[in-house]
T-cell receptor, first 111, second 112 residues
Framework: KQEVTQIPAALSVPEGENLVLNCSFT??????LQWFRQDPGKGLTSLLLIQSSQREQTSGRLNASLDKSSGRSTLYIAASQPGDSATYLC??????????FGAGTILRVKS | DAEITQSPRHKITETGRQVTLACHQTWNHNNMFWYRQDLGHGLRLIHY???????NKGEVSDGYSVSRSNTEDLPLTLESAASSQTSVYFC???????????FGPGTRLLVL
């Protein structure tokens, strides 16, 4: 059974810092991995999707990497801002786009 | 703009009642999904559909059912609501098996 773990569970950083969120999964047979952002009381917003054949994807200040063989992905946020404060979720696509989610990392960026 | 909507956004019901949560998407996506989100369990897949008249059980499908009569809608029905079904429910859709999933705003359900 696929299990997804996110470390750390919570993170508090000063504004402007670069930070890394980690995601690990137990079964490397995945189609892709998706990173989401969730604001309190809201739905999930897709940030980046990395296909299994890709090593990384970038969108603005966000960069996500994928090492399928070791079962790891990282989300790098450059020059963090208070507006980046949210819960970040990673999810792996086993097959047919049935996502398995990690528990998330709660990020707080202090101004 | 295309979107995915859910209704109601908040619902209070009593144990034993039948409840239906609506999900509507305007992207013309074939794939639609229902998840529940609970503290300590994260998001878990309830049911999913790959097209009209197709429905499949997910990880936590007991006590839930779905039907897909058109491309745009995938309503989720709780046959006889239980307190354990108090949760936040999210609907999602995607264009294909390896495409980005887009989520609705969620429905917060309280079963008393």
């Amino acid at each position: 059974k696929q299990e997804v773990t996110q470390i750390p569970a919570a993170l508090s950083v000063p504004e402007g810092e670069n930070l890394v969120l980690n995601c690990s999964f137990t079964d490397s047979a995945i189609y892709n991995l998706q990173w989401f952002r969730q604001d309190p009381g809201k739905g999930l917003t897709s940030l980046l999707l990395i296909q299994s054949s890709q090593r990384e994807q970038t969108s603005g200040r966000l960069n996500a990497s994928l090492d399928k063989s070791s079962g790891r992905s990282t989300l790098y946020i450059a020059a963090s801002q208070p507006g980046d404060s949210a819960t970040y979720l990673c999810a792996v696509n086993r097959n047919g786009n049935k996502l398995v989610f990690g528990a998330g990392t709660i990020l707080r960026v202090k101004s | 703009d295309a979107e995915i909507t859910q209704s109601p956004r908040h619902k209070i019901t009593e144990t034993g009642r039948q409840v239906t949560l609506a999900c509507h998407q305007t992207w013309n996506h074939n794939n639609m999904f229902w998840y529940r989100q609970d503290l300590g369990h994260g998001l878990r897949l309830i049911h999913y559909s790959y097209g009209v008249h197709d429905t499949n059980k997910g990880e936590v499908s007991d006590g839930y059912s779905v039907s897909r009569s058109n491309t745009e809608d995938l309503p989720l029905t709780l046959e006889s609501a239980a307190s354990s079904q108090t949760s936040v429910y999210f609907c999602a859709s995607s264009a294909g098996a390896q495409e980005t999933q887009y989520f609705g705003p969620g429905t917060r359900l309280l079963v008393l």
